[in-house]
Every structure is written in structure tokens, then in C-alpha cells.
């Protein structure tokens, strides 16, 4: 089975401008999650997808969305981008099952946003 | 609410000794435990994880870890270190149905000749 992929691999952006990460989740996984990691905050939790709906939410501002689609692939979007913004992106997919709270999550290699 | 320390961000260790990096955890509920592996410029990479099937788990690599309830500790161990184990290492917690990992801040392991 084909891995977790994220697109674009490497980004750089000027603030206020936005921006979308794509992630395709391996084959057969639903839920879809995003987290920020930065040196200073390290790894943040942003939004977890389930079957095209948000089924849970960091403490993030609204400037950062994301969406799921029918085939669970999912996109994320930062509007208005600030210099803060700058950090790898990862996403993470987990595997159907009755026992899903222990499942674990499967992540992508990043998107490395740059905010000049 | 959860949260996960991570006793020293770095941690040295010469080729051929014994790996121990420290994670304590805080839940409100039974938690789920793991720890995940980050090389250079990739994503993360689970090694092992804890869902109360039994105490003492075995990862890859030859990586094990202790779940220790008295002292809400999971520390990470391996018995021989390897110059390819040179990486950070990430303690993470899950309670409840949502898929949400709390993570600790990490430990970067270095593995010197």
C-alpha cells in the first residue's frame, strides 16, 4: 500500500497571501488529521477529518480551514499568511475499525511552509 | 486533558549502549501511549505504542517501552545503540475516541562512535 503523500513538498509564501496543502491518506483510512511543527511549539494539533465532516479542532485561529472530500483525501488552507505561519505541515491518517481510539495514525513526510 | 514531558531534549549516547529517553504522561482518562521517530526532513514514524494489552511493549528496531501506572511513565529503551537511531524521538498521548495525539516536545537522540 502506497503511503500517506502530501503536495507540495516545499512552499514559500510572502505574508498575506494563502495557502492550500493537499493529503491522500492510504487506501482504506477515513480519518484524516493535520499538525503543525515548529521549533518553538512544537507539534500542535490543527483538525482531525471524519467522512467529510470535522470531527475534532486544535486551538487554532480561523485563518486555518481544511475539508475533506468523498474519497477522504483532504485539503487545508491558511488564509493570511504571517511570518508565524512558517513550519512544517504534516497529516496523518488512521484505519477504520471498531476499536478506532487506539488505532494509530500513519504521517505523511510534510509540507514545509516558508512565510517570507 | 492530556499532556506528555519529555525529560531532556538531548540526549548523547555511544554506539553500543543502552537508549533511555523518558516520557511521563497526565490523562484524566485511560490513555492510549506512543512513541513516534522523525529523521531529518520526513514525516513521523511510529515505533511502538501502548493500548493496555500489556505493559511492556515491543517496537521496531529493536526499540521496547514500559507502561508504568504509579508513575505515569512510558520510557523508551533499547539495549544497544545504533549509529541509524541518531534522530528525535516523540512521546505521544491519545484518551478517548478522538484521534488527536498530544505530543511532547521531543528528544533528540545523538549516537556518537
Known amino acids: 500500500k502506497a503511503g500517506v503523500t502530501q503536495t507540495p513538498r516545499y512552499l514559500i509564501k510572502t505574508r498575506g497571501q494563502q495557502v492550500t496543502l493537499s493529503c491522500s491518506p492510504i487506501?482504506?483510512?477515513?480519518?484524516v488529521s493535520w499538525y503543525q511543527q515548529t521549533p518553538g511549539q512544537g507539534l500542535q494539533f490543527l483538525f482531525e477529518y471524519f467522512s467529510e465532516t470535522q470531527r475534532n479542532k486544535g486551538n487554532f485561529p480561523g485563518r486555518f480551514s481544511g475539508r475533506q472530500f468523498s474519497n477522504s483525501r483532504s485539503e487545508m488552507n491558511v488564509s493570511t499568511l504571517e511570518l508565524g505561519d512558517s513550519a512544517l505541515y504534516l497529516c496523518a491518517s488512521s484505519p477504520p475499525g471498531g476499536l478506532a481510539d487506539h488505532n494509530e495514525q500513519f504521517f505523511g513526510p510534510g509540507t514545509r511552509l516558508t512565510v517570507l | 486533558a492530556q499532556s506528555v514531558t519529555q525529560l531532556g531534549s538531548h540526549v548523547s549516547v555511544s554506539e553500543g549502549a543502552l537508549v533511555l529517553l523518558r516520557c511521563n504522561y497526565s490523562?484524566?482518562?485511560?490513555?492510549?501511549l506512543f512513541w513516534y521517530v522523525q529523521y531529518p526532513n520526513q514525516g513521523l514514524q511510529l515505533l511502538l505504542k501502548y493500548t493496555s494489552a500489556a505493559t511492556l511493549v515491543k517496537g521496531i528496531n529493536g526499540f521496547e517501552a514500559e507502561f508504568k501506572k504509579s508513575e505515569t511513565s512510558f520510557h523508551l529503551t533499547k539495549p544497544s545503540a545504533h549509529m541509524s537511531d541518531a534522530a528525535e524521538y516523540f512521546c505521544a498521548v491519545k484518551a478517548g475516541t478522538a484521534s488527536k495525539l498530544t505530543f511532547g516536545t521531543g528528544t533528540r537522540l545523538q549516537v556518537t562512535l
Open positions: 487506501s482504506g483510512h477515513r480519518s
Open positions: 490523562s484524566s482518562v485511560p490513555p492510549y
